[in-house]
């Protein structure tokens, strides 16, 4: 097999390849091998794999990914666009959402999602250990209804000790940043906030102040999880307590992946249209 690069798209062989991963990295030689780091391609997990492990994917297959993905996410937003906006007269002012993310890959797919939604979205990538640094000046420039601090996460390998943070490689930063978050905007009404990403605390950051999170059942996020649950708060009504299984309903892991507290939509109705 040819050498294993940055860039390329592998899988696992010890679990079945049954997840589509990114070569992020290549950290040390261990015992002789090489010791890859590896991003999700459409979920948001992060993990290290000796060489040996990884099995290339074919171009074929990377580019069937590819549009299987994006012919997904167009899909969804248009279910969630006829879902929402059905019979209004005049216009709508969503809510503003606040996207910080550590997956670089993913900022152009998740502008298109919102874009495909009418939802008001500003991307930004932010590597997760910086996200508690920077959310404070981030939400004062921005001034959002909605924050997502989400990326890459992951469980060390045949834990017992949930609880303890060590044993997950991101996840005590989005903690970091929704308690950092929260010193500007205490009130879950206020700002509405989503962290997490695969296999995250999710009891931990919810206890930080997030209203959503991820991964109740410590499971795999799909890449656009945390944007299904900002654009469904975005654009719906402000007078209505959006009930968290209305909000999981349509991402692709469900309540193992993402749960949360109801939360009010952010979404106005505004009357007349103007004419120009």
């Known amino acids: 097999m040819p050498e294993i690069k940055i860039g390329d798209i592998v899988a696992r062989k010890s679990y079945g390849s049954d997840t589509k991963f990114k070569v992020a990295d290549i ?6 091998e090489r010791i890859l780091t590896l991003k999700g391609v459409n979920f948001r997990i992060e993990a290290d794999s000796p060489e040996s492990d990884l099995e290339l994917v074919s171009d074929k297959e990377a580019e069937r990914l590819r549009f299987k993905t994006n012919k997904k996410a167009a899909g969804n937003a248009g279910f969630l666009r006829r879902s929402f906006q059905r019979g209004i007269q005049s216009f709508t002012k969503t809510g503003k959402i606040l996207h910080v993310d ?3 890959d993913y900022l152009d797919k998740c ?6 939604l009418g939802a008001e979205a500003i991307v930004i990538d932010v590597p997760e250990k910086e996200q508690p640094l920077k959310v404070k000046a981030l939400l004062q420039q921005y001034r959002p209804d909605i924050l997502v601090l989400t990326g890459h996460d992951g469980m060390t390998k045949g834990i017992s000790d949930f609880n303890n943070m060590q ?15 929260r010193k500007l905007k205490s009130s879950l009404d206020e700002l509405v906030i989503f962290a997490g990403a695969c296999q995250s605390n999710y009891e931990a950051i919810l206890a930080a102040g997030a209203n959503y999170a991820s991964s109740p059942k410590r499971v795999f996020i799909h890449m656009f999880d945390p944007v299904v649950v900002a654009a469904k708060v975005s654009i719906g009504a402000i007078g209505k307590v959006l009930a968290v299984n209305e909000i999981v309903a349509d991402t692709n892991t469900g309540f193992e992946g993402v749960g949360g507290v109801e939360t009010w939509g952010k979404a106005r109705n505004g009357t007349p249209k103007g004419s120009y």
């Open 102 to 104: 550590g997956a670089m």
């Open 27 to 32: 950290q040390e030689v261990r015992n002789g």
């Open 167 to 181: 044993n997950y490689r991101n996840s005590l930063y989005f903690v970091d940043a929704v308690t950092e978050a």
């Open 111 to 116: 502008k298109e999602y919102y874009q495909g």
